[in-house]
Nanobody, 122 residues
Framework: QVTLVESGGGLVQAGGSLRLSCAAS????????MGWFRQAPGKEREFVAA???????YYADSVKGRSTISRDNAKNTVYLQMSSLKPEDTAVYYC????????????????WGQGTQVTVSS
């Protein structure tokens, strides 16, 4: 069983930065693929970034160059550092986990956190 708890969301002005954290309770955290997804009001949940157990990273085009996903296996935590934030980045950000290989598909992740709200004001 894997439990995920996100933190670090909040209100930030356009152009600002935020770092989201996701703490996992998992015996084999280092074996997990960790992902971040987001869901804006009225929109479907979408892939943001993922980090494999080898720390290979993947990003959605919409955040590439502005976001960095990283993991600390000693702390069972994955981070999403976001900069140059835009109003269109406003969403609830979810941490997700799966065993196996990288995926950007929401339905291939087995474990989800409750989400943290990120609001970017213009």
């Amino acid at each position: 069983q894997v439990t995920l708890v996100e933190s670090g969301g909040g209100l930030v002005q356009a152009g600002g930065s935020l770092r989201l954290s996701c703490a996992a309770s998992a015996r084999a955290f280092s074996s997990l693929v960790m992902g971040w997804f987001r869901q804006a009001p009225g929109k479907e949940r979408e892939f943001v970034a993922a980090c494999t157990k080898y720390s290979t990273t993947y990003y959605a085009d919409s955040v590439k160059g502005r976001s960095t996903i990283s993991r600390d296996n000693a702390k069972n935590t994955v981070y999403l550092q976001m900069s140059s934030l835009k109003p269109e980045d406003t969403a609830v950000y979810y941490c997700a986990a799966r065993y196996g290989i990288h995926s950007s598909q929401m339905n291939e992740y087995n474990y989800w956190g409750q989400g943290t709200q990120v609001t970017v004001s213009s």
